[in-house]
């Protein structure tokens, strides 16, 4: 798999924030017609209470005697809105069943949130994790997948409104929502639920691939960190041990085997930086490990302001190269 570069980030995370009411899937479809449907009530009650307010105002005294009248009252006020409300919770129940229901056969996840970050886990049939990730999920097209949200601090919000609805990370609760993508490519996510100071800088991607081309990816993913290191990165692994980066991080087939920060085992493929805020390029690794504070201030991550440019340089080589 290429690295990525700038125009890479730029493709996932174009027309940030994401756009609301363009479905890419069935289930972000039933969200987007719940919300038309919602919107062209609002804007109908809207016009009938102007429409009454005018009559107030201006109509005739007969006119102002009937919409007074108790059989205007009764209705309008009691058995219709009753009857909206009760057909709209019917329907729209049905319509975003689906959101959580559990076929069996679905791809699962489990995605936690962390102040300003998210934790990926890919689960097998019995919710064993087979590969641990952070700040994106790769999913095949046509697939339904299931995520099983947690938190590991404060109550944050999972929400990808192009593939499905928007549901709550509680502590010590863990929820259940459906993704789909009907086609291949890239979909922006953001955390819905203020949570913090860096809460606006809490974002991530859902990739979706052709069915084949994930299983490759899946299967590139279960291999360990690459053995063969020029010298440049093999200073930058060394200098991940005694800096003390190992102790939040993990990096599969390794001694780092911290679990405080997001998984780096194959940081160098991914598309962003700091949960969605910078492309993953030479420069920006360089700038997040010397001073992450000044790009996303009150994350968990110190700054490391007393690193010389050339241990900067061969952190970033080593964390390029773990693909």
């Known amino acids: 798999m290429s690295a990525p570069t700038s125009s890479s980030f730029a493709e996932a995370f174009k027309g940030w924030?994401?756009?609301?009411?363009?479905?890419?899937?069935p289930f972000s479809n039933s969200v987007t017609t719940l919300a038309w449907v919602l919107m062209a009530g609002a804007v109908a009650i809207f016009l009938l209470v102007c429409v009454a307010m005018w009559v107030a105002l201006y109509g005739s005294d007969a006119l102002r005697a009937k919409l007074g009248g108790e059989r205007v009252v009764k209705w309008f006020g009691l058995v219709i809105p009753a009857g909206v409300l009760l057909l709209l919770l019917v329907w729209g129940l049905t319509l975003v069943r689906g959101l959580t229901t559990i076929q069996g056969d679905e791809l699962r996840m489990r995605v936690s949130g962390n102040l300003y970050w998210w934790r990926v886990s890919y689960l097998d049939a019995a919710g064993r994790e087979l590969h641990a990730d952070a700040?994106?999920?790769?999913?095949p097209v046509g697939r339904p997948v299931v995520v099983d949200m947690v938190s590991e601090d404060v109550i944050h919000s999972f929400w990808v409104p192009k593939l499905g609805g928007k549901m709550d990370m509680i502590p010590g609760r863990t929820n259940r929502l459906k993704l789909q993508a009907d086609k291949p490519g890239s979909?922006?996510?953001?955390?819905?639920?203020?949570?913090?100071?860096?809460?606006?800088?809490?974002?991530?991607?859902?990739?979706?691939?052709?069915?084949?081309?994930?299983?490759?990816?899946?299967?590139a993913r279960l291999k360990p960190a690459p053995a063969g290191?020029?010298?440049?990165?093999?200073?930058?692994?060394?200098?991940?041990?005694?800096?003390?980066?190992?102790a939040c991080h993990r990096v599969a087939g390794t001694d780092a085997q911290g679990i405080a920060?997001?998984?780096?085992?194959?940081?160098?493929?991914r598309l962003s930086l700091g949960a969605g805020i910078l492309?993953?390029?030479?420069?920006?690794?360089?700038g997040w490990i010397a001073d992450s504070q000044s790009i996303k201030p009150n994350n968990r991550m110190p700054a490391y302001r007393s690193l010389k440019a050339?241990?900067?340089?061969?952190?970033?080589?080593?964390m390029e190269s773990l693909k």
């Open 17 to 25: 924030p994401p756009p609301v009411l363009d479905p890419a899937g």
């Open 135 to 139: 700040n994106e999920l790769h999913i």
């Open 187 to 219: 979909y922006g996510g953001q955390c819905a639920e203020f949570c913090g100071g860096a809460h606006s800088l809490m974002g991530f991607v859902v990739v979706a691939h052709e069915a084949a081309d994930w299983q490759r990816w899946m299967d």
């Open 229 to 246: 290191l020029s010298v440049e990165a093999l200073r930058g692994r060394q200098l991940f041990n005694e800096v003390g980066c190992a």
């Open 261 to 269: 920060g997001p998984d780096l085992t194959h940081v160098g493929s």
């Open 279 to 286: 492309p993953n390029t030479r420069a920006t690794l360089i």
């Open 310 to 318: 050339d241990e900067l340089n061969a952190l970033a080589s080593y």
